[in-house]
């Protein structure tokens, strides 16, 4: 599995034929759109979800989870700003 972190108006090239452009969103949702060839199929996982023949089945599916907030090892050091002037008090970077 590949996790990327990307901008809007950003893509990913799959082969020679596959482009996925990411358009933006906000917190929950993600705008994406893909430019693939017709013979292929695409699939949203809720409908998979939904037309899956019993609970067995849907079990078997793949499920994928947002990472709510990165460990503290892994997050950006802010500094500390002074509301009235606007300067840097604490630079950690």
């Known amino acids: 599995m590949l996790r990327l972190?990307?901008?809007p108006e950003d893509y990913l090239m799959i082969g020679d034929d596959i482009k996925i452009v990411f358009l933006g969103g906000s917190k929950n949702h993600t705008?994406?759109?893909l430019d693939i060839p017709?013979?292929?199929?695409?699939?949203r996982s809720k409908a998979v979800e939904k037309h899956a023949?019993?609970?067995?089945?849907?079990?078997e599916l793949p499920h994928y989870h947002a990472v709510p907030d990165l460990p503290e090892k892994y997050r950006r050091k802010r500094a500390a700003v002074n509301d009235k002037t606007g300067r840097k008090l604490k630079n950690d970077n």
């Open 5 to 7: 972190t990307v901008g």
């Open 31 to 33: 705008r994406i759109m």
């Open 38 to 43: 017709k013979e292929l199929n695409v699939v």
């Open 53 to 59: 023949e019993n609970p067995e089945k849907k079990a």
